[in-house]
């Protein structure tokens, strides 16, 4: 098995095979078309995709970022060689129905072929993987002729997709969005309004852009309860299919990011001449819930894209530290003796065992999350996909914020075990920490989601989702239990996930005596414990199929050693952490929540 730049493929197969039971979920009815080899013709087709086409556009889309040019969008030439790639590859409609001209996969799967072309080059997976997230709405939320003029050739390939839903004064309050929708009497709305920060919203990479549109019909009521969702395509199409004339969406400018240049991120403006039509995609005043298909479809995206992008970091810095001597030990005094490889001074070995412990453990997470998602709909019992359903609710807000949060980590750690060239642009890894950066930021910041975790998710229908979560987490606990030599290693995982379950209940109480603010003001502390105890959890499973692996005298020694090895460190040294960040919410440490403004 040759190496990759992306991802260390015997984990791949371990994390798909050892750990989460790709073939078993192969083995459901939906999925059972699929021979096992046609499961590794499509890993390996993504992976000689990712590294042959979109791996080597990745830093020259970064240096030639979009144009805005007399009234429209100039990308590099690339641009369109990649996108083009993915689609005929089938990657835009891998996980939709065969029906509508999908490839029927596991998304699993897709989501494993996903995190190849986002850590070879995010900025153009983007277009496609924002094309199939608006065809998978409307498949969910469309009637059948929207289905068929606008979410078929999105899987096709022919036309691509966005998500409008920031405004300039709103940003992430979506409640105080101002785009307006006016009812028309053929039953068609036209919009008035503008859009922010919409990524793909101009271009000629197809034949037209369809936009996912939240607005307010006229007369609705205030806040997100008054929100309905519109499709609103950048040219007409009749009834056939065909592509027409221009709607009256126009680009206004583009934003220039830090990071992610490749993609064009836009400002729209929505009916400027009052002739800007729109479909309404379910019920008036249901829009949030149904882009919400589409926005947790994201925030699994974004949490594999901060995995994989820190995953390919960590590979480099990995063979950068073998590399590269310099220095000796520093027991080692004679200073006639042979420089070392850097990876023998304990520091690095510190640094690239913290980031193998991060991008491991999040890209078992998000994989995790995406066997939900595949159970939930396809699973056998209707217990099990109720569980499943209930289980993806609670970790969609820590796939996307745990990962991108600590994924940034780990790329800024590639750049450090670099030293001075890794802050260079000779080397990849200062463009990785870029792209990375707006991870904890888009699809709802890394803050809302942690609020969103502590008092919506791990509260909803009075915890059940989260005593789910333990009763699996303490099942196995108990198979470590069985193993005398991880007993010690795994007390504080037990204590915390105790903590973490407690902590939620009198938060819940605080809340419930009006005390809301004070309550959720360390939120974000929530986040990194529950994520902390997700990721040591997928880790000690990790390491228990190792263990197992290596009774049994199979596969490499070497790498079943090395998943002991990092599942110890992130119990020694990570969950410590986690243990302060759940001791400032059980204990309403309020030194954040009674700060004034005046007092900065």
Not at 63 to 78: D, I, K, N, T
Not at 303 to 325: D, K, N, P, T
Not at 560 to 568: A, D, H, N, S
Request: overall charge negative; some cysteine; charged content about 20%.
């Amino acid at each position: 098995m040759s190496a990759s730049p992306l991802v260390d493929l015997r984990n791949q197969r371990f994390m798909l095979t050892e750990v989460l039971d790709l073939p078993g979920l192969c083995a459901l009815p939906a999925f059972a078309a699929h021979e096992p080899a046609a499961i590794d013709a499509v890993l390996e087709a993504a992976q000689q995709l990712a590294e042959q086409v979109f791996l080597p556009q990745a830093a020259q889309a970064d240096r030639e970022e979009p144009q805005f040019v007399e009234g429209g969008v100039v990308l590099p030439a690339s641009t369109r060689t990649v996108t083009a790639a993915y689609a005929e590859g089938g990657f835009n409609a891998a996980s939709a129905p065969p029906e509508h001209g999908g490839l029927g996969l596991p998304y699993t799967l897709a989501l494993a072929c996903d995190g190849l072309f986002m850590g070879a080059n995010t900025a153009a997976a983007g277009y496609g993987l924002l094309t199939r997230g608006a065809a998978h709405l409307l498949l969910a939320h469309g009637n059948s002729a929207q289905i068929q003029r606008y979410a078929e050739p999105l899987l096709a390939g022919r036309f691509f997709g966005t998500m409008c839903l920031s405004e300039p004064q709103a940003g992430s309050s979506l409640g105080d969005i101002r785009t307006r929708a006016i009812p028309q009497a053929d039953g068609s709305y036209r919009l008035e309004g503008q859009k922010m920060w919409i990524s793909s919203g101009e271009h000629t990479l197809g034949e037209t852009i369809i936009h996912l549109v939240l607005a307010r019909i006229e007369g609705a009521p205030a806040g997100t309860r008054g929100i309905s969702l519109f499709v609103v395509p950048r040219n007409h199409i009749d009834a056939d299919g065909n592509v027409g004339a221009r709607n009256d969406v126009q680009l206004a400018g583009l934003n220039h990011k830090l990071g992610q240049r490749g993609i064009v991120n836009t400002v729209l403006k929505f009916g400027e001449g009052g002739e800007c039509v729109g479909e309404l995609v379910g019920q008036p005043n249901q829009g949030l819930a149904a882009m919400f298909h589409m926005m947790n479809e994201a925030r699994i995206g974004v949490g594999i894209g901060a995995v994989m992008l820190a995953y390919r970091g960590y590979l480099y810095a990995l063979q950068y530290a073998r590399e590269r001597r310099q220095g000796r030990p520093v027991d080692m005094r004679d200073p006639e003796s042979k420089p070392v490889a850097i990876i023998e001074h304990a520091d690095v070995r510190r640094l690239l065992l913290r980031q193998r412990a991060f991008v491991e453990g999040g890209y078992a997470l998000c994989l995790y999350a995406a066997t939900l998602v595949d159970l939930k709909a396809h699973a056998l019992e209707a217990s099990t996909r109720e569980e499943s359903g209930r289980l993806l609710d609670l970790l969609t807000p820590i796939v996307k914020s745990w990962s991108s949060e600590y994924g940034v980590i780990a790329s800024d750690h590639a750049i450090q075990v670099l030293g001075g060239y890794g802050y260079t642009r000779e080397y990849p890894v200062e463009q990785l920490w870029r792209d990375n950066r707006l991870n904890p930021i888009h699809e709802g910041t890394n803050g809302i989601q942690a609020i969103d975790l502590l008092a919506r998710k791990a509260l909803a229908d009075n915890g059940a989702a989260l005593r789910l979560m333990m009763r699996r987490i303490e099942a196995t606990l108990g198979e470590a239990a069985l193993l005398p030599e991880w007993v010690d290693a795994t007390v504080m995982l037990r204590v915390l996930a105790q903590k973490v379950g407690v902590t939620a209940a009198s938060v819940a109480s605080r809340m419930q005596r009006g005390e809301a603010g004070l309550a959720l003001a360390n939120a974000s502390h929530y986040m990194t414990a529950a994520g902390h105890l997700l990721v040591g959890w997928l880790w000690l499973r990790q390491a228990l199929c190792a263990q197992a692996a290596l009774t049994a005298r199979r596969g490499s020694e070497d790498f079943y050693r090395g998943k002991l090895q990092t599942c110890l460190f992130f119990l020694n040294q990570e969950l410590p952490n986690a243990m302060h960040a759940i001791s400032l919410v059980s204990g309403f440490e309020d030194s954040a929540y009674v700060m004034r403004d005046e007092w900065f």
